[in-house]
């Protein structure tokens, strides 16, 4: 899966959890976790990917920049400018997976409770 597919699935599953079903399903929430973990991780292995590539192609470019005699500080911002929608894409992709652990986590104390409240004779499961 590539990493377009991936993060459209992990949304789209973020989507679900924000669902009445996701606020009301132990079971629904369970699976859409699950889900979620895996399409996160898969977004998270690219990620892994992307970053080792930006780490190389701003070392690259730096020192492109240094035989080319410029200052270390110019070659420094003449590469930030480079890359700079490179590491905008990197920032929001963090984002998102950050963002997706905590609906995992939160998820988990939902199901968590309907869990117990069901044990305690409360809302079916």
């Known amino acids: ?14 989507g679900d959890l924000r669902s009445k079903r996701g606020v009301t399903d132990p079971l ?4 859409n976790m699950q889900r979620l973990t895996q399409y996160t991780g898969a977004v998270e ?3 892994a990917v992307l970053e ?3 780490d190389l192609q701003e070392m690259h470019i730096f020192t ?20 700079g929608e490179t590491k905008g894409s990197v920032a929001r992709i963090k984002r ?6 905590s609906i995992i986590k939160t998820s988990q104390s939902r199901y968590n409770h309907l869990s117990e409240e069901y044990k305690q004779g409360g809302r079916a499961v």
Do not use: P
Request: glycine share 6%; charged share 25%.
């Open 28 to 31: 629904f929430i369970s699976e």
């Open 52 to 54: 080792e590539e930006l």
């Open 96 to 101: 998102l997976v950050n963002s997706s652990w």
């Open 64 to 83: 492109g920049y240094m035989k080319q005699g410029k200052s270390a500080s110019a070659a420094e911002t003449l590469t930030r400018f480079e890359v």
């Open 45 to 47: 292995e690219h990620l």
């Open 1 to 14: 899966m590539n990493l377009d597919e991936a993060v459209g699935h992990m949304l789209r599953v973020r």
